[in-house]
């Protein structure tokens, strides 16, 4: 049972490069998000999408984009990274929120921009 | 907008319980749930209520009464290894509009 993978695991980056953080989940979700985590600190969501060809902006969406072409796929595209975009992020799918808030996560991407 | 407020840390001992609050602020509410977080690792899920009451499963019962807008996670019999990020969860929006936001999270602490 592969759920949710993400990749790369780890990337670092320089200031001003571009990038895209791959996400795939393969329990027919229709509802998938990405979340950046701080050292020490909460998850703040990005971006989500309640379905193909559906997105919307999170709390935190400044420097980043997403597409939604397929249900599997959920890709973040980092545009001119920033030191503040160094963080770890997570990819997560769920059935939706009325079955139970289930999330399912990705294992995670460190990402550091230098 | 919305939040949900958590403590930042709770330490216990081991054998003891531990009960984790959560205050929120969401609009559209959906239903409020639990994950759990160990260092370096992707949250999972523990536990969640759609209605007023509680919810057990083992160890973890997790509580919610959406007139006080608070819920609480308790952990019973307590073992070193659930020394973890605790953290709330609520979902927001309406169907077509959901997302999910999580408080900041509480670190459990537990002595031998």
């Known amino acids: 049972n592969a759920g949710v993978t993400q990749t790369p695991k780890f990337r670092i980056l320089k200031i001003g490069q571009s990038m895209t953080l791959q996400c795939t989940q393969d329990?027919?979700?229709?509802?998938m998000y990405w979340y950046r985590q701080d050292p020490g600190m909460g998850l703040k969501l990005i971006y989500y999408s309640v379905g193909a060809g559906i997105t919307d902006k999170g709390e935190v969406p400044n420097g980043y984009n997403v597409s939604r072409s397929t249900t599997e796929d959920f890709p973040l595209r980092l545009e001119l990274a920033a030191p503040s975009q160094t963080s770890v992020y997570f990819c997560?799918?769920?059935?939706?929120?009325?079955?139970?808030?289930?999330?399912?996560f990705g294992e995670g991407s460190w990402l550091t921009v230098v | 907008g919305q939040s949900l407020e958590q403590p930042s840390e709770v330490t216990a001992v081991e054998g003891a319980i531990v009960q984790i609050n959560c205050t929120y602020q969401?609009?559209?509410?959906?239903?409020l749930s639990w994950y759990q977080q160990h260092d370096g690792g992707a949250p999972t899920f523990l536990s969640y209520n759609a209605l007023d009451g509680l919810e057990e499963t083992g160890r973890f019962s997790s509580f919610l009464s959406r007139s006080d807008s608070y819920g609480y996670l308790l952990l019973q019999e307590l073992q070193m290894k659930d020394s973890a990020s605790y953290f709330c969860?609520?979902?927001?929006?309406?169907?077509?509009?959901?997302?999910?936001?999580f408080g900041s999270g509480t670190r459990l602490s537990i002595r031998p």
């Open positions: 329990m027919n979700h229709n509802y």
């Open positions: 969860a609520g979902g927001q929006g309406y169907s077509s509009a959901s997302k999910i936001i």
């Open positions: 969401t609009s559209g509410f959906y239903g």
């Open positions: 997560a799918s769920s059935y939706s929120p009325e079955a139970g808030n289930t999330i399912y």
